[in-house]
Every structure is written in structure tokens, then in C-alpha cells.
């Protein structure tokens, strides 16, 4: 009986999928952070996450967004204003 339960046990750990603290915005916000990128002069992008904190709020952050011909990731806080922008 033991060997069952554990048995369960490492099943269920397995199948459950990683719990993650990334979210697809809403389109509202997606819709919001395409503009910002824009006044940015920043266009295309390869994804936009939804990212919550350990304080229980959140930011966005945008993946491969195209900045004067060169790749950037974004992130912008929940007002849409610019917290980094890193070179890849």
C-alpha cells in the first residue's frame, strides 16, 4: 500500500504542470502596451507576459521588441511606464 501511494504521489507531481507567475495580458492591455511601444518608436514584438511579483502586483514584460533596428526586452509597469530596456 505504501509503494501505491508513493507511487501516486510522484505521478501526480509529475503531471501536474510548473505553476507559473506569467499571464497573457488582456487585450485591452496588449492593445496599450503596442501603443507605448510605438510612442517608443519600438515595433513587432515576439511575446508579451504578464508577470506577477512576490507583492502581488505586476508588470509587463515584452520578448524580442524591435527598437532602431535592433532587438530589445521591455518591461513596463502597470501604468505602461518604462521600468528597462535591455539589448539582446
Known sequence: MIRFAAAFAIA???ATPALADDQKPSADEAKKVTEVLAT???SGHE???KETR???GYHFEIDDAVCDGAQYDIK???DFKLISKERE
Open 47 to 49: 511575446d508579451i507576459e
Open 40 to 42: 517608443m518608436g519600438c
Open 12 to 14: 501526480a507531481i509529475v
Open 76 to 78: 513596463l509597469d502597470k
Open 54 to 56: 512576490s507583492d502581488g
